[in-house]
């Protein structure tokens, strides 16, 4: 290998600068086929150097200001940077910047949804691998819940997102779990376990604001709550009596709607009856009292035909509802009694228990034998009276 001139030189000092652009340039003139003499002979030094240099350099210039186009694409923002400091944030379509390394763009996807998983990790084929340092909690009555939930989130500030965070999933998780303590903190154990956890997005959301992250949340989803693994049996039994409890309350309420409206059913129609009946002896009573005053002012103008019409109709009243005939001798000390009840009674005793064929005959001589009574009891009533 041949060395230059400059460089055969046995440390002599630094190198000839003239010496320096000769090589140069006879390397130049070699490649653009300008060569400057035959053979091995060493070109002149004063051959000019007719490489156009300035549309090289346009060129060049060209290429490097067309690397600075770029696109943003819907629902995504690009953030450029001067020099590493932010300057702007771009909207979507075709943009264009410094190209590098005065300027640079970051495009940020500003609609993706993304997921982090608090208290366990998902597997390849849908099985679940727990992290107790993650998804045990203490509850407000001291005792430990085993909580395992997702949270879905999406970005809405694209400067605080890449300028705020080192890592955004663990801005996240440290949210998420800070808000979800502190709600489990003030909770029971049996609350949490029956009711559920209330949602808990507000506050994840105004931590991630106070520290500028850039982050929204989209939703937190609970995906189990559980007791601790030793004791998950005897809470398990726990939860059976008190849905026992539950069903014997349901129950009882069930029967009590059966038998309340009843009841109070009941009632009402007593109580209505008892108004109805207190109109009727109130009507009846003022109605007596109406007519003995009427009674009175008629007995008052003719007292002893007053009492004969009041006695014969007391005696209609009562004599109508006997089934007896009593019949009194105006002189004489005896009395006549015709049992015509009794004989009636046995009349019909007798054609009971005949035949249908004899019906007719014996029911005409139970007739005559009645009336053959009465006409003997007649005269001897007559006899009596005409003695």
Known sequence: MKLPAWAQRNNEGPPD???????????????FGRGGGKGNAPPSTNVPINLPILPIIVVILLIWLATGFYIVDQGSLGVKQRFGAYVESTEPGPRWHWPYPIESVTVVNMEQVRRLEVGYRSGANGS??????????????????????????????????????????????????????????????????????QDTSEQMQA?????????????VSLQAALPPEPVQEAFEDVNRANQDYQRQINEGEAYANAVVPKARGNAA?????????????????????????????????????TRKRLYLEAQEQILSSVSKVIIDQKEGGSLLYLPLDKLMQNSEAQSAG?????????????????????????ERSREREGN
């Open 128 to 197: 679940k691998t727990k992290i107790p340092a993650e998804a045990l909690m203490l509850t407000e009555d001291e005792n430990i819940i085993d909580l395992q939930f997702a949270v879905q989130y999406n970005l809405k500030n694209a400067k605080d997102y890449l300028f705020n965070n080192r890592t955004t999933d663990d801005a996240v998780m440290s949210a998420a779990e800070t808000a979800i303590r502190e709600v489990v903190g003030k909770n029971k154990l049996d609350d949490l376990l029956q009711k559920g956890l």
């Open 207 to 219: 931590l991630l604001d106070f520290y500028k992250t850039g982050v929204n949340i989209t939703s």
């Open 354 to 378: 005949k035949n249908t064929t004899q019906s007719s005959a014996s029911v005409a001589s139970d007739k005559s034998a009645e009336s053959i009574a009465v006409e003997r009891a007649l």
């Open 17 to 31: 600068l003239d010496e320096v652009f000769r090589d140069l340039n006879q390397k130049i003139n070699n490649l």
């Open 269 to 305: 129609r007593l109580i209505a009856e008892a108004d109805g009946y207190r109109l009727k002896v109130e009507s009846e009573a003022k109605g007596n009292a109406s007519r003995f005053e009427r009674i009175y002012a008629e007995y008052v103008k003719a007292p002893e035909v």
